[in-house]
């Protein structure tokens, strides 16, 4: 099974941007579509970007406008660049299969937004 590793977040400030990074420990993304994922504390996982094999992209209400999911075959990595972050964006953020999640969550990288 492919194991999935998260990194790019941090502490930025409101209006600032960061691009996240998913690698894949083998080469899953030319057949399986991929999800960016977040969590809040206290609040449920959801869905925040999509992007499919062909490259077409799917983005919750909330960040369309300001986050772009996109994808590097060659390097099994898929990539969040997210801009105009807001404190409601700060989540921990992680990547997995999508619609179904098929793979073991990784640790996730810590996103921050405040003044």
């Known amino acids: 099974q492919a194991q999935l590793v998260e990194s790019g977040g941090g502490l930025v400030q409101p209006g600032g941007s960061l691009r996240l990074a998913c690698a894949a420990s083998?080469?899953?993304?030319?057949?399986?579509?991929v999800g960016w994922y977040r969590q809040a504390l206290g609040k449920q996982r959801e869905l925040v970007a999509a992007i499919t094999p062909i490259g077409s992209t799917n983005y919750a209400d909330s960040v369309k406008g300001r986050f772009t999911i996109s994808k590097d075959n060659a390097k099994n990595t898929v990539y969040l660049q997210m801009n105009s972050l807001r404190p409601e964006d700060t989540a921990v953020y992680y990547c997995n299969t999508w619609p179904s999640i098929t793979l073991q969550w990784g640790q996730g990288t810590q996103v921050t937004v405040s003044s």
């Open positions: 083998r080469s899953i993304f030319s057949i399986l579509a």
